[in-house]
């Protein structure tokens, strides 16, 4: 177990801090509530972005940027958005050593802004579907913040997409969230449950609010993406108007949808243990760790040479005599594996660390694999593969030291890690008929709870009250079962997950 | 000539706003002096991240974020810099409904935030060197602006590095400006004088500022990218200290560089004509337009099937058919020329417009191919291959059209706008070595001025107030010609350019 992270068990809280301060992911910065990413928390933001921007542009968005000020007045045009947004806002009041006659707000979300721009750029039906992506900051000022889970400043994507009709724009809502399901399932190999979100829980503005929701380590509840079928509502607050088919005037429907560095609070809170992070093969900046052991400088030069040689023929001469290149290469030199997806294996060189402390620093940092090679392995021609998840350790023969056999073991540890969330899950997910009975769990527990409920605002917030739990999402609106409602014991057909949520 | 695009020679400025209009690159926004960049102008913008990102890492550098807000005490711990950009600053005075203790500037360059927290992340020379680059939106009031040019927030990128000596540090800054004129010269299609800027030009807080400077069409100098040499004055600052190998304590030696959004103003302005933008091949979103020409439904049906085969035979049933799968396929249907740069070839498919507006509307976004496919064609095996730049139309085999020709195609083009660049270069600079002739100069024409001067922040004061110009660069601050300073008549060995800038 490693000193600087608190065991989970002991608190939880901060074994999360812990795991993120070893792994060198985030810093706390100078303004209250905001965070420094570091680079390797940066590199798996990164990471999220090229897949999930990939799936976006596959399904034919573009990107764009709009302006990160809002004027006040624009946030007023919904009545619930400014409800639910303007208490978060920072506002601008002085620009370039002058009052303004205007307040600006700081973007805590861009559906107004962009409104207003739509309504300039759609005039007829020919200028639909727009289906535009937006990579930004936002501001939502927080007074309890946590790392990457809730900060006043983070990193997101926005989508905001304009459609001809009602439908269109409800098969874009569910087209991007089944693109979230598929990228926290396959990539991120974190397990989620798809659904609507109930009246209460909804996007303030939205007609529906869907959603993916996963289960951390601890029972609570983490909402990992949302997309939202804004129906006309921002259409005619912003006035967005277009002639259609029939040379009428109408209102377009609009969607927006969006994912964040919360993401990386996700893949922390879901997979690390307590030696430190762990990070699924598809989204982790280094894939292997070289770990080079040697005493004299006679074994350092077999050792390193026998490497060199290990590392030309897993990706070639001139991969590695790039790497030899870039600067701090005498310190831990970096090849990339993969330079689609800007994955590296590492040799590390550091003359001022023992192998034992290098180990800890790689398997802190979530590098899947680790390769150990000694002076009697260059002798044997052998090496020892660690895998970071289920520590076993392989001697294996140096000429199988290819990309078939390293993708065959990511592929494996990908796989074991999204198996591993399931059971977690599985375990974690409990049928609670009885309000009693859901009571009592909450009180000591944490997880799903799976039981028929009829959503009103004023039902959730009393059981809220009760428990804290809220209705995390509407897995079946209209069940083929017939049960009865958790809180009231009326009859039911909506079967919902409950939860405590992050 | 196009009818929405104001002719250079009669309205330059007027021209600039008309193509950005035409290509829809981006708009003015709500909020005064911020713009929308829209999805092309963003493209482009993602075509500059991707390569110069590549390069960055390519070096060893990696990404990191840093928060939005700066506490403003900050920016006055390093006197000249607090000089340079208060006047410049957006200030947060609420958040969360509430007056903030301390106002909050939002970050106008981050030497003073990233200073404070590498004080904390530094503590040895085994800590260095730190390589760090963001990308970021920044914000400096400007009282005039000009969409990409000079825009009250923009994006760009920072790259912020600590160094052990005084000359790596010194390295690092010649290696980004080479690594800058490399791009602007081979990505951008644009040539570039690189030198150090004089102490009048100087970046506020930086020992050496070094940069490069283009030469646009109305002959006026526009700088394209800087890279400081801090020295250890923001180390001074903020504290960045380390125990040297010699145990004793020092400051570290920084640097910060960065380009910006405003290279898409670059590009534009140096390339484009009266028809509006011509793009570089390899930066251009998408590479080639397939128009197709039809009358009748037996005609629409040929011409859209062989249009289907050529494009097959260009990129593969797979590619194809996954464009075939977008939204919006049968509108305009973007297929990838070039899945890692995110290049496109398109097919226009769209029956809401004429072949010659669709010829127009490529034109005006810069495409630099046009592919025209017509019934006869169709039966002749032949295709219309018409080039942007040069305004050439070849009549090429259907069996032609492959990948080797259209690449041969792309890279003449690319060399020719930088040809043309080089050539436009050299016949608008002028050496001059009387202070007469400068001031006559200056006063009717525009272009780079070579001469011998001694800088000082008067003498150019004086100069800039007689004739608007600047010095852009020293070219050389040592030459082997010995000369007499075009502005005091002096004896000098140091040659500058002069010109009127952006």
Redesign the interface.
Known sequence: MARNITPREKDYPQWYIDVITAAELA?Y???RG??????L???I??AIHRDLDGRF???????????????ES?LSKEAEHVEGF????????????EKLEE??V?RPTSET?IG??YA?WIHSW?DL?V??NQW??V?R???RTRLFLRT??F?WQEGHTAHETAEEARE?TLRILECYRAFAEDVLAVPVLVGEKTEAERFPGAAHTWCIEGLMQDGKALQMGTSHDLGQNFAKAFEIRFEGRNQQLDHAWTTSWGVSTRLIGALIMAHSDDDGLVLPPRIAPTLAAVVPIFKTDEEKELVLGTIRKLMVGLLGEEEVA?SEN????DQVQ?CFYNR?T?QYVIVDK?E?ARPGDKFYHWEQRGVPLRIEVGPRDCASGKLVVKNRLDRSKDVIDAADFTRANLDARLDAFQKALFDRGLERRAENTHEIGDYKAFCKFFKKKRGFVRCFFNPSKEAEATVKSHTRATVRLVLNANSDREGTCVFTGEPSRTEVIFGIAY
């Open positions: 810093d910065a100078p303004v905001c965070m420094v990413i570091k680079p928390g940066y590199a933001w990164e542009k596959e399904l034919g968005h573009t990107n764009a940027y709009f302006p990160l000020f809002i004027p624009f303007a208490p978060e806002c920072a506002v601008v009041t002085h620009g370039g050593g307040p600006l700081i802004i207003h721009m300039q020919r579907p289906l535009i930004a900051n501001v000022w927080e007074k006043s400043e990193l874009e790039a870039r600067i701090g290469n970096k689609l800007e550091r001022t």
